[in-house]
């Protein structure tokens, strides 16, 4: 009978497994599933059993693994050198946990996409919002495919679950941002204060206003970040920290020609960075730097291939944390630019004492949650 199941040996590798299925694809499918269950095995004893000095370079590894699966390297790379290094990564998946999912959102925001068609197209709200959905769709289905065909799985699926999900996210996207800004309190209505290409303070102006000044600053960072060559998602960050400084510097603290003290503490914000920043400022620079050591050790201990993705992933860690990083600076100049316009800060729809206690009360509700009987 057709669903009876015999059976097959099944070579991967080294291994050999003998499998009851009903025809050889099945057989594999299984071998394959066995063979990894194994890998999980194995990977997650030697972390436990390695010294406590190599755990975090172990954690490393696996971060940068899983973030180079997001971009499809290991599944390419067996394809052309005949390893098997994607067994690696689920490996490095299966010890991460509910971890990986972070990293792999933070590696999906370096994908390249077609995110700059719809303003390229131009047209009103509805035809934005056809041509983000239709870009939406073909970037879906796209990395649903590749995702599918790298992890042994139906492409067809991959795809239109892919093309799917694409769609609805560019439908939730919007939607998500603009709760998202009215809990934060950013209103885009707001005027962004100055928005002047200026670039040099007016010629022969002895006492340059404040606003003039920072449009400058703003002005020259971006066009330094515009014209790296490496794109580092720093630079910006860098230059108009330098900038700025240099313009908090020069102004008197108190007395006349003082800035009010809400543009002194927005000045302080942006030179000396809020804790959440920072961190990523710090992590994402470390994330980079050791790129090449994750690499090489990867590459020591697993194979060259390994290696390779591991620096990969990395480096795409590394970027992603810059960029969080770089963020965070942007909206501090936003929050300048809005006090030097003068037009004051959306609140959003809860004040800050509702949002205080909101988030108090969910904490509490998941720190008593499990021992709710």
Request: net charge neutral; no cysteine.
């Given at each position: ?126 035809a934005r919002a056809i041509t983000r959905g ?133 000045l302080a914000k942006i030179t000396d960075e ?30 060259p291939a390994a290696g390779l993705a591991m ?63």
């Amino acid at each position: 009978m057709a669903d009876e199941e015999t059976s097959f040996n099944v070579f991967l590798g080294n291994d050999k497994f003998k499998v009851m299925a009903r025809d050889e694809n099945e057989a594999m499918a299984r071998a394959k599933a066995f063979q990894q269950e194994e890998i999980n095995a194995r990977g997650q004893t030697q972390y436990e059993q390695a010294p406590a000095w190599a755990k975090p370079f172990m954690a490393a590894g696996d971060v940068a693994l899983t973030a180079s699966d997001v971009f499809g390297v290991p599944a390419a790379m067996d394809y052309a050198m005949g390893t098997n290094i994607q067994q690696d990564v689920n490996a490095a998946r299966h010890r991460m946990g509910t971890a990986a999912i972070p990293v792999d959102m933070l590696a999906a925001s370096r994908l390249p996409g077609l995110g700059r068609i719809p303003g390229m197209l131009g047209g009103g709200p509805s035809a934005r919002a056809i041509t983000r959905g239709t870009t939406s769709a073909v970037e879906g289905t796209t990395y649903g495919g590749l995702q599918a065909l790298a992890h042994d799985q139906p492409v067809d699926e991959g795809a239109a679950l892919g093309g799917a999900g694409g769609v609805v996210g560019s439908m939730l996207g919007p939607i998500v941002n603009k709760g998202y800004k009215a809990i934060r309190g950013i209103d885009d209505s707001i005027p962004q204060g100055i928005r002047s290409k200026m670039t040099a303070l007016p010629a022969g102006q002895a006492n340059p206003s404040l606003v003039d000044q920072v449009t400058v600053a703003e002005n020259l960072a971006r066009r330094a970040a515009r014209r790296d060559k490496f794109k580092d998602p720093l630079t910006y960050q860098t230059e108009v920290k330098s900038n700025i400084e240099d313009i908090a510097n020069a102004l008197p603290t108190r007395g006349k020609g003082a800035p009010s003290p809400e543009i002194q503490a927005l000045l302080a914000k942006i030179t000396d960075e809020d804790p959440a920043t920072k961190l990523a400022r710090v992590g994402g620079t470390v994330a980079s730097r050791s790129a090449l050591g994750v690499g090489l050790a990867g590459g020591y201990g697993l194979n060259p291939a390994a290696g390779l993705a591991m620096a990969g992933g990395q480096s795409v860690l590394g970027r992603a944390l810059k960029s969080v990083s770089a963020g965070g600076t942007d909206e501090a100049m936003r929050d300048l630019r809005r006090a030097l316009a003068k037009v004051p800060k959306y609140e959003g729809i809860l004040t800050a004492k509702q949002q205080d206690r909101l988030m108090k009360a969910a904490r509490q509700g998941v720190l008593e949650y499990p021992y709710d009987e």
